[in-house]
């Protein structure tokens, strides 16, 4: 034991003395009896070992404060004694707080938190209580001992989501050794070498451990290591492949730039301040956060900043509106928006860990060392933007906002810009950079009182210039005598000041339109956003699409709707205010509700068909959906534009189905989760199809449909397993099985066995997965479902493969591609070779495995499937695809490189081999 006081040392005197303030140090704090020490410091105490306690406290105690500790360091007590050491008198208590606050900080901050780590971990010189012998001594030892092997485990896989696979391995190599039993030691020691592309090095590591296991405890490892190992030897994506990082993509996300942007000299410079700071402090990020009223140009000076300084970002610009304030009340959740960005960013769907900490660590370890711009526009509060900051500097944020954002500046050290009213210079200039200087200049007159009218407001002005434009010939003394009298205020969306005025423009505006434009203006405000195309306001409105398209571009004209990308539109937030404050006041519930029916049946419409179209031997559990009355609604008409409009709509759909609930319309919230589900699972949006499907829960329970109850139990129950929760998957689905037994649906009830033996695979549970697989290929054959047989008849043979009866995996994987072939179901024909060309490389059958997996990669092709093509490439002998070991190796990694897919290196090494 070594004491030290301000640094100096302290000589105890002999192994008792040592003992007792070892005791009383553990229990620091809180009252040590006489019994307790006379236990820890004799194995068998002596008569007068009461009495000579009190003389070893005595004399420890005086030798303490003489060394210059604290008089009442040490005290008696009634039942024994107590050792305070103050605040920070204790390293095991600065490491606990240091280690807290780490784990406090992790998921916004991992830079900092493994820091903290690092820091907590340096307190340590040694092992616990070394030399100290006895039960209570070492008990205490083991328990500290695996504190701190934890805060070490903590720390190595903050670091791993940074991508620093290198020194993990180092680390957890060395770890392994000291501890060769510890699963979750070698679970990170596979995930770094997996990560350094050292796929032999991870399957090795396993190996070694399962020899240990067996020869000395004989046990084999645990379930989440077998499920490690499953996924590195099917090369599918898995927790190893979130750390690989993949070719770069340089992303350009800016939308355009504002024609005529005016003023805001001031602002600019001090974001021009700012941006000479990037890589001033070398560990430090630079976050810019505009803020302001609603209307006031915080977007519009982002984006115009950002256009001018975009060559200063060679990594690429990055930009989000994180619908912070929209009308619908759901801002964009940090899940959704770093999804875009990795998608921005080229990461393959099937590399997207499912986990938004997970997710932001890759974020964060392909941003490290890059020099990028990230736009977070419209941000709701400081806990909405701060996992999509960077953890490393080189790049530059900038968010805007409503929100002063208070605790972002406090916390991150965000450089607060403040955006007011346009000056009444500037507010000219905006008009004349609209309408030409002459004509703003001829009747200076008209020209401030429409300024004082829109209250100096950017967008209130945008929306009169664009008036004013429209009518060339009009005076302005006209266009500011149309105005109204100011006499109200905007409630919903109150600016602090100009609200009266805004509420007064837009009104004017509206009055101005045509009345069908006024009409379609109105029914949007039913939209639950965040845009809509044309065919979706054609169907809101009963109208064909022919008469819709020059009503939105009459809107356009009018600044009321923005076309942001072509064929699709959006509001400005405050503009959907008054759109659903008009609805409101001049359009009848029953007109209402009967819009939103139309809008409603033209999503599940086209989602139906879509969904048919992905997958074109799914089962519909209900019969497709009319098209909308009143609309000329045309689904999309093949695989590749069902995708498209997936692609294009999904933020609206996962928008709709709770509005759908709100507004009682259940059927259509539950069948448009079932239509959307494979898409969302796709494209690996986990969290969004958790929270779809829970709606549809709800809707179908409320709406008292056991169909559908079943139908989002299930839907429920595969999204739960998408992200790990098998417990609540496994509740799901017993659930959605009892429905569908009360409903005699074998078709349903197979569906969810299928699911389940899916899952359990995936725990590494085969032999449950079997039985799954096969009760699901009962019930197809009782239900003569020929499509349910196929599938069900590879699930079968792939549980067999897993428990090693390769045969037997064969027979079912023949007759599964069978049945496909007789379906013409490409997608399925595709699973099957790729599952019986696994099995016979397990069978040693090199050359037949290759040419499976040959069919299978082009089957997935054909099926549209391209990231699915790399699957079969990176199972064991799958690399040796080809016409020849050339051409092979070129076909198969060109396959790999074009998609990033994270066993590039991994077939690299293979082929070498």
Known sequence: MDVRLDGRPVVLHGPRQERTLAALLLDAGRVVTVDQLVDVVWEEPPASARRQIQDLVTRLRRMLVDAGAAPDLIT?????????????????????????????????????????????????????????????????????????????????????????????????????????????????????????????????????LQQRLADELGLDPGADLRRLHDTLLRSQAGPAATTVRPAWHVAAMLPPDVYGFTGREGELARLDALLARVGEQPTALVVAAVTGAPGVGKTALAVHWAHRVRDRFPDGQLYVNLRGFDQSGRPMTPTEAIRAFLDALGVPTDRVPAGIEAQTGLYRSLLAGRRTLIVLDNARDAEQVRPLLPGAPGCLVLVTSRDQLPALIAAEGAHPVRLDLLSDTEARELLAHRLGGERVTADPGATAEIIARCARLPLALAVIAARAATHPDFPLAAIAGELPAVHDNLDAFDAGGPGTQVRCVFSWSHQALSPGAARMFRLLGLHPGPDFGVRSAAGLAGLPVERARPLLAELCRAHLLTQHVPGRYTFHDLLRAHAVELTQAFTPEAERRAATHRLLSHYLYAAHAAAVLLNPHRDPLLPAPPPTEGAADEPPRDRETAMAWFTAESAVLVAAIPHAAAQGFDGHAWQLAWAVADFLDGRGMRHEHLAVQTTALAAARRAGDRLGTACAHGGLGRAHALTGRFDEARGHFELALNLYGELAEPTGQAHVHLSLSTMRSRQGHHQDALSHAAQALALYRAAGHLTGQARAFNAVGWSHARLGDHEQALDHCRQALDLH?????????????????????????????????????????????????????????????????????????????????????????????
Do not use: N
């Not at 070492?138 to 670091?159: D, Y």
């Not at 392994?176 to 770094?192: G, K, T, Y």
């Not at 090199?846 to 790399?870: K, M």
């Open 76 to 208: 008696t007590q009634r039942a024994g004694y107590l050792l305070q050491p103050g605040e920070h008198g204790l390293d095991t208590r600065t490491f606990e707080a240091l280690a807290a606050a780490a784990r406090q900080t992790a998921d916004r901050d991992p830079a900092g938190a493994i820091a903290a780590y690092r820091e907590a971990l340096s307190l340590w010189r040694g092992p616990f209580l070394a030399g100290m012998r006895g039960w209570a001594f070492e008990g205490a030892a083991r328990i500290w001992q695996e504190r701190r092997l934890a805060v070490v485990e903590e720390c190595l896989t903050l670091e791993l989501s940074l991508g620093r696979h290198g020194d993990v391995t180092a680390e957890a190599l060395a770890l392994v050794e000291q501890h060769p039993f510890r699963e979750s030691l070698v679970e990170l020691l596979m995930r770094a070498l997996h990560g350094s592309g050292r796929l032999a090095d991870a399957l090795d590591a396993y190996r070694a």
């Open 821 to 913: 072939r007789r379906l013409g179901d490409v997608l399925g024909q595709a699973d099957a070779c790729d599952s019986l060309g696994h099995a016979c490389h397990r069978l040693g059958r090199h050359e037949e495995a290759v040419s499976w997996y040959e069919r299978a990669v082009e089957l997935f092709r054909e099926a549209g499937h391209r990231h699915h093509q790399a699957d079969p490439l990176t199972r064991p002998g799958g690399s040796r695809c080809g016409d020849g070991p050339a051409d092979a190796a070129e076909r198969a990694l060109a396959i790999l490189k074009e998609l990033g897919h994270p066993q590039t290196d991994e077939a690299v090494a293979e082929r070498r081999r």
